[in-house]
Nanobody
Framework: QVQLVESGGGLVQPGGSLRLSCAASGIIFSTNFMGWYRQAPGKQRELVAGMASGGSTNYADSVKGRFTISRDNAKNTVYLQMTSLKPEDTAVYYC?????????WGQGTQVTVSS
């Protein structure tokens, strides 16, 4: 079956950095869209960053210049490098994949930005 397992979340001070990882299994990773989404308390889930199978990327305006999405097709893993973190980046971050086998989500990882 398809599995997405996120890791790398945690507590970080404002201005700090974190790198999230999402390891995928059960899919042909290189052909799938991979994305990072987040959901803060009381808010709707939103796209943070996405990467198509061909490598094109898109980012939410709020994270442009601070976050970078990347993928390692050999490791079936997508990453989200987050820098200059702000308290408003606090949320549960989810990995998502869309491809020939369907649309799947990971379980989420908490990111808390606080002093």
């Amino acid at each position: 079956q398809v599995q997405l397992v996120e890791s790398g979340g945690g507590l970080v001070q404002p201005g700090g950095s974190l790198r999230l990882s999402c390891a995928a299994s059960g899919i042909i990773f290189s052909t799938n869209f991979m994305g990072w989404y987040r959901q803060a308390p009381g808010k709707q889930r939103e796209l943070v960053a996405g990467m198509a199978s061909g490598g094109s990327t898109n980012y939410a305006d709020s994270v442009k210049g601070r976050f970078t999405i990347s993928r390692d097709n050999a490791k079936n893993t997508v990453y989200l490098q987050m820098t200059s973190l702000k308290p408003e980046d606090t949320a549960v971050y989810y990995c998502r994949t869309i491809g020939p086998r369907g649309d799947y989500w990971g379980q989420g990882t908490q990111v808390t930005v606080s002093s």
